[in-house]
């Protein structure tokens, strides 16, 4: 289940915020690694020590679940005086000295500076799930609400134009958007038969439809798109591809900028990611063709000013998948993520750049700094600040637009996660260490940085924290790669202890990292020794060995994540007879593939969400381009679905399993864990399956994370 929530197999398609919107919202650019959720939880919990405890150490637990909420989002000013972030869901505002200046109370989201740095602006939910524009007066430390503009049907980022007078936006059309009635139809159906906000299910327990609201009866969906579906979002029809839009500020009025493509027909085209030139007269897109079936997209331009949809044009030529569109200050280049399209879905991405002129494409990242994950151009038009994931790590960079030459700004034990930088160069951060929780840093200069908040030192503080070490580890096929290790906070070297094998989501958009992590937490607090190994195909790898998994999928003979069990055995501090594995997703997938290959090395198994069958996710799940890319249709080409598929180890399976889904899951359908527990119930091997009615891959709610952990322990304590 990754870290503080089950993580996609293959790749996340939406964090969204669901809840109080009841729809699918795309909370960050390129520079925002963090999606936000909105729940009903209690999140921060740095006084459980004290009124709990007595202030005394005490072990992690449960409890603890969603207790640490990094800052993210995370917004500096011109003059690097005044830090805008959020956490928990609510916009703060703290000096560059740590004093506070203003909070939101409500839920909020997106904060934005003028480029005075005197004015924030952000987003805001209110009780009658209202959602405005509210903007902050910054004098003297002193905060004062300033203006507040309702915005009707908006979602997303605060996307404003350089005048302030337009909001910018990529969403489907209107028919598909949004359900106007959800608000109502959530108060008089507590049972909420709609497929379209599955996630406000409460309970655990299946509830029947004969117990809806006949009034909330949803009419039948027409499909007509070659890719149709979209965890956590619904079926996705032809007439429901996204296109561009702004919003004249206190107007109802939307105006479409981008619609089909010149012959007409709908669905050939979706347009995303929309940024506004630096003078507003224009808007970059991304533009992508989903009947293609190809890992290709092409970056447009087209007026923001024309409404009509016929004034964009391509800008981009050659075959890549490029995302997180942003314009230069000076307007005349265009930078981006690149990623080549012949790698397909395992493709690194690099920052690259375009000349709005010539055209001309450039790639700035090269070498060990290839995995890019966000960017933001300096505010004085000489650099590009950039994060990059590097072997379980993330870390901060720039490249010169004059010299092209990249240099790193931090080194380290490092987990980078936001980051910001005033006028004059000045790095701000949230980053964590090996052993420590995210926090907002300073960084005055190259290699220094300083600390701005203590959110959780001194919870951190009163727990009985277990160590993380950092390892390499070396596959059967010699290749060399991290994992961490984690041993209880008590920790006996005379002592063996049972471990958990725990194998992340993803896999090549997830990896174990530095800093305090909830789940080994548990596990390490639960007594175990908690092995997290980043196999090829983990985020922070080179290309070639990410591409290691084409087509195996990491379910080799001898899969690379035992290599890294093995490996910590060897040292002599695990009891080989008590060995565990689980995961979450393509950890999963992993767990199902693993208790096959090696039968009787587990006592026991717990797997989350994870893939067993792969042909028959064809159609059913909605990676049906990953599959065509790699793998080609399973009639034609059954033998390498077969040799991905858990299911044809299941005869030599004797490990007792758990299994753990939704059963509104698109990214990896529930009946990939039925086919699984029901074969070992065949078996007669011990095994169990927990349903979460309404519950898709991602958007899991801090209780129902806390019973998935809780079912995973008191399994494995079962084999004990």
Same mark, same amino acid.
């Given at each position: 289940?990754?870290?503080?929530?089950?993580?996609?197999?293959?790749q996340?398609?939406?964090?969204?915020?669901v809840?109080?919107? @009841?729809?699918?919202?795309?909370f960050?650019?390129a520079?925002?690694?963090?999606?936000?959720?909105?729940?009903?939880?209690?999140v921060?919990?740095?006084?459980r020590?004290?009124?709990?405890?007595?202030?005394?150490?005490?072990?992690v637990d +449960?409890g603890?679940?969603?207790?640490?909420?990094?800052?993210t989002?995370?917004?500096v000013?011109?003059?690097?005086?005044y830090?805008?972030f959020?956490?928990a869901?609510?916009?703060?505002?703290?000096?560059s000295s740590?004093?506070?200046?203003?909070?939101?109370?409500?839920?909020?989201w997106?904060p934005r500076?003028?480029?005075?740095g005197?004015? #924030?602006?952000?987003?805001?939910v209110d009780?009658n799930?209202?959602?405005? $524009?509210?903007?902050?007066?910054?004098?003297n /430390?002193?905060?004062?609400?300033s203006k507040r503009?309702?915005?009707?049907?908006y979602?997303?980022?605060?996307?404003?134009?350089?005048?302030?007078?337009?909001?910018l936006?990529?969403?489907?059309?209107?028919? @598909?958007?949004i359900d106007?009635? $959800?608000?109502?139809?959530?108060?008089r159906?507590p049972?909420?038969?709609?497929?379209?906000?599955?996630q406000?299910?409460?309970?655990? /327990?299946l509830?029947s439809?004969?117990?809806?609201?006949?009034?909330?009866?949803?009419?039948?969906?027409?499909?007509?798109? +070659?890719?149709?579906k979209?965890?956590?979002?619904?079926?996705?029809?032809?007439?429901?591809?996204?296109?561009i839009?702004?919003?004249?500020l206190?107007s109802?009025?939307?105006i479409q900028?981008?619609?089909?493509?010149?012959n007409?027909?709908?669905g050939?085209n979706?347009d995303?990611?929309?940024?506004w030139?630096?003078d507003g007269?224009?808007?970059?897109? $991304?533009?992508?063709?989903q009947?293609?079936?190809? =890992?290709?997209?092409?970056i447009w331009?087209t007026?923001?000013?024309?409404g009509?949809g016929?004034?964009?044009?391509?800008?981009?030529? @050659?075959?890549?998948?490029?995302?997180?569109p942003?314009?230069?200050n000076?307007?005349?280049?265009?930078?981006?993520?690149?990623?080549?399209?012949?790698?397909?879905?395992?493709a690194?991405?690099r920052?690259?750049?375009?000349?709005?002129a010539?055209?001309?494409?450039?790639i700035?990242?090269?070498?060990?700094r290839?995995n890019?994950?966000a960017?933001?151009?300096s505010?004085?038009?000489?650099?590009?600040y =950039?994060?990059?994931a590097?072997?379980?790590?993330?870390? #901060?960079a720039?490249?010169?637009?004059?010299?092209?030459? /990249?240099?790193d700004? +931090?080194s380290?034990d490092l987990?980078i996660?936001s980051?910001d930088?005033?006028?004059d *160069?000045?790095?701000?951060?949230?980053?964590?260490?090996?052993?420590?929780a995210s926090?907002?840093?300073?960084v005055?200069?190259?290699?220094?940085f300083?600390?701005?908040?203590?959110f959780?030192?001194?919870y951190?503080?009163?727990?009985?924290?277990?160590l993380?070490?950092?390892?390499?580890a070396?596959?059967?096929?010699?290749?060399v790669?991290d994992?961490?290790?984690?041993k209880?906070?008590?920790?006996?070297?005379k002592r063996?202890?049972?471990?958990?094998?725990?194998?992340?989501g993803?896999?090549?958009?997830?990896?174990?990292?530095?800093g305090?992590?909830?789940v /080994?937490?548990l596990?390490?607090?639960?007594?175990?020794i908690?092995?997290?190994?980043?196999?090829p195909?983990?985020?922070?790898?080179?290309?070639?060995v990410?591409?290691?998994?084409?087509?195996?999928w990491g379910?080799?003979d001898r899969?690379?994540?035992l290599?890294?069990?093995d490996?910590?055995?060897?040292q002599?501090?695990?009891?080989?007879?008590?060995l565990?594995?689980?995961g979450?997703s393509?950890?999963?997938?992993?767990?199902?593939?693993?208790?096959g290959?090696?039968?009787?090395?587990?006592?026991?198994? @717990?797997?989350?969400?994870g893939?067993?069958?792969?042909a028959?996710?064809?159609g059913p799940d909605?990676?049906?381009?990953?599959y065509?890319?790699?793998?080609?249709?399973?009639?034609?080409h059954?033998?390498?679905?077969d040799?991905?598929?858990?299911?044809?180890l299941?005869?030599?399976?004797r490990?007792?399993?758990?299994f753990l889904?939704?059963?509104?899951?698109?990214?990896?359908?529930?009946y990939?864990?039925?086919?699984?527990?029901?074969?070992?119930? +065949?078996?007669?091997?011990k095994s169990?399956?927990?349903?979460?009615?309404?519950?898709?891959?991602? *958007?899991?709610?801090?209780?129902r994370?806390?019973?998935?952990?809780?079912?995973?322990?008191?399994?494995?304590?079962i084999?004990?």
């Amino acid at each position: 289940m990754g870290g503080k929530r089950p993580y996609g197999f293959k790749q996340k398609a939406c964090a969204t915020l669901v809840v109080l919107l @009841a729809l699918c919202m795309n909370f960050g650019f390129a520079e925002d690694l963090n999606s936000i959720r909105i729940k009903n939880s209690k999140v921060l919990c740095p006084d459980r020590n004290l009124l709990l405890y007595n202030n005394h150490r005490r072990n992690v637990d +449960l409890g603890d679940y969603d207790c640490i909420q990094p800052p993210t989002d995370l917004r500096v000013t011109s003059d690097g005086n005044y830090i805008a972030f959020v956490r928990a869901n609510k916009v703060f505002v703290i000096s560059s000295s740590n004093e506070p200046v203003f909070n939101e109370p409500e839920v909020s989201w997106s904060p934005r500076w003028d480029a005075q740095g005197h004015k #924030l602006s952000y987003l805001l939910v209110d009780k009658n799930n209202d959602v405005y $524009i509210i903007y902050i007066d910054i004098v003297n /430390s002193s905060a004062s609400v300033s203006k507040r503009i309702y915005i009707r049907s908006y979602f997303g980022d605060l996307n404003i134009s350089p005048d302030g007078n337009r909001l910018l936006f990529s969403r489907a059309k209107l028919t @598909a958007a949004i359900d106007k009635n $959800i608000g109502a139809r959530n108060a008089r159906n507590p049972c909420v038969c709609s497929s379209q906000c599955p996630q406000a299910h409460d309970t655990y /327990s299946l509830r029947s439809r004969q117990d809806c609201d006949p009034s909330a009866e949803l009419k039948p969906i027409v499909i007509n798109a +070659l890719q149709f579906k979209a965890d956590g979002e619904g079926y996705v029809s032809e007439n429901s591809q996204d296109r561009i839009f702004t919003q004249v500020l206190g107007s109802d009025a939307l105006i479409q900028l981008t619609g089909d493509m010149p012959n007409g027909k709908a669905g050939l085209n979706e347009d995303s990611e929309p940024t506004w030139s630096p003078d507003g007269n224009r808007v970059a897109f $991304i533009r992508e063709y989903q009947n293609e079936l190809r =890992y290709r997209s092409e970056i447009w331009i087209t007026s923001a000013n024309d409404g009509k949809g016929g004034s964009a044009i391509r800008l981009t030529r @050659a075959s890549a998948d490029r995302r997180s569109p942003a314009w230069s200050n000076d307007g005349k280049s265009i930078a981006y993520l690149s990623a080549e399209e012949r790698h397909g879905p395992y493709a690194v991405r690099r920052l690259a750049i375009i000349s709005v002129a010539t055209q001309k494409e450039i790639i700035l990242t090269h070498g060990s700094r290839q995995n890019v994950l966000a960017f933001r151009f300096s505010r004085d038009g000489k650099f590009i600040y =950039y994060l990059y994931a590097k072997s379980g790590g993330q870390y #901060l960079a720039r490249v010169s637009l004059k010299t092209r030459n /990249s240099e790193d700004l +931090l080194s380290g034990d490092l987990f980078i996660a936001s980051f910001d930088a005033s006028y004059d *160069n000045r790095p701000v951060v949230v980053m964590n260490a090996l052993n420590t929780a995210s926090e907002v840093y300073t960084v005055p200069s190259a290699g220094k940085f300083n600390s701005v908040t203590n959110f959780y030192g001194p919870y951190l503080d009163g727990l009985n924290v277990a160590l993380k070490t950092h390892m390499s580890a070396r596959a059967a096929d010699g290749t060399v790669f991290d994992m961490f290790v984690t041993k209880p906070a008590d920790f006996d070297p005379k002592r063996k202890y049972p471990a958990i094998l725990n194998i992340h989501g993803g896999p090549q958009d997830e990896q174990f990292h530095f800093g305090f992590d909830i789940v /080994s937490q548990l596990y390490a607090a639960s007594g175990y020794i908690v092995i997290e190994p980043n196999p090829p195909g983990s985020l922070g790898q080179q290309q070639a060995v990410v591409s290691r998994i084409f087509r195996n999928w990491g379910c080799t003979d001898r899969p690379a994540v035992l290599s890294a069990l093995d490996q910590v055995i060897a040292q002599g501090q695990v009891d080989s007879k008590k060995l565990f594995v689980t995961g979450y997703s393509y950890g999963g997938y992993m767990t199902n593939c693993v208790i096959g290959r090696a039968p009787t090395k587990f006592r026991a198994a @717990a797997s989350g969400a994870g893939g067993s069958f792969v042909a028959a996710d064809f159609g059913p799940d909605m990676w049906l381009k990953w599959y065509m890319w790699e793998l080609g249709a399973p009639w034609r080409h059954p033998r390498f679905y077969d040799a991905l598929s858990p299911i044809r180890l299941v005869d030599k399976v004797r490990t007792p399993t758990i299994f753990l889904g939704g059963d509104a899951d698109w990214n990896v359908p529930i009946y990939n864990s039925e086919l699984m527990y029901q074969a070992l119930k +065949l078996k007669g091997i011990k095994s169990q399956l927990i349903v979460f009615p309404g519950q898709d891959h991602t *958007n899991w709610s801090t209780e129902r994370s806390r019973y998935y952990y809780s079912a995973v322990l008191d399994w494995f304590k079962i084999f004990q």
